[in-house]
């Protein structure tokens, strides 16, 4: 739940950027980095919470936009962190979005685990459509290892298939409504 005197960081990594030249391994890119997000009065539906943010970065919001000739969908994470009040990033820190570290990037800030988070996936190859997935919540905590590997979350929605304009507008619908009162 949000809290009016809280701030929130919102963070959106693609993990599916196609591989070097030379090699064989999909990297990551920052597609978002933004601070200074609070809770504001609005509701929406009357359950969630809005969060607005003035800030525009340190790193500013790129919109998913795989290449039509990759032929992997690109799998979007939207992360929203509580933000410590002495959390200071500089723009030349994120510069480089290109194999961005979150799990480093947490370690270095003292981040805690994700609030929240959310997952879409881009297919460049459908002509300019976005299949939405269903999503997932934090849960306050990191998985732990039982020996036995997790089965992937399939979801208990099926898939959308959405025109490529809306997916600014579904991130930050996705965003706001993280926070169910």
Do not use: W
């Not at 929130?8 to 030379?22: H, N, R, T």
């Not at 609070?38 to 790193?59: F, N, R, V, Y």
């Not at 600014?168 to 996705?174: E, Q, T």
């Amino acid at each position: 739940m949000a809290k009016a005197t809280d701030t929130y960081m919102f963070v959106m990594i693609d993990l599916d950027v196609p591989p070097a030249e030379g090699s064989t391994t999909r990297r990551t890119l920052l597609h978002c980095m933004n601070t200074g997000f609070k809770a504001t009065k609005e509701q929406i539906g009357g359950a969630a919470t809005l969060l607005a943010s003035p800030e525009k970065g340190p790193s500013n919001y790129i919109p998913p936009g795989p290449p039509a000739t990759d032929t992997v969908a690109h799998r979007y994470v939207q992360l929203l962190f509580a933000q410590p009040a002495n959390l200071s990033v500089a723009k030349a820190e994120v510069s480089d979005r290109i194999g961005f570290d979150i799990a480093a990037f947490m370690t270095k800030h003292s981040l805690a685990a994700p609030m929240a988070g959310n997952f879409i996936t881009v297919d460049g190859r459908m002509n300019g459509s976005v299949t939405a997935a269903s999503t997932g919540t934090g849960t306050k905590g990191s998985p732990k290892a039982s020996g036995t590997p997790p089965m992937q979350f399939q979801g208990a929605a099926g898939e959308l298939t959405v025109p490529y304009g809306t997916v600014g507008k579904l991130g930050a619908l996705a965003l706001a409504v993280m926070f169910i009162l």
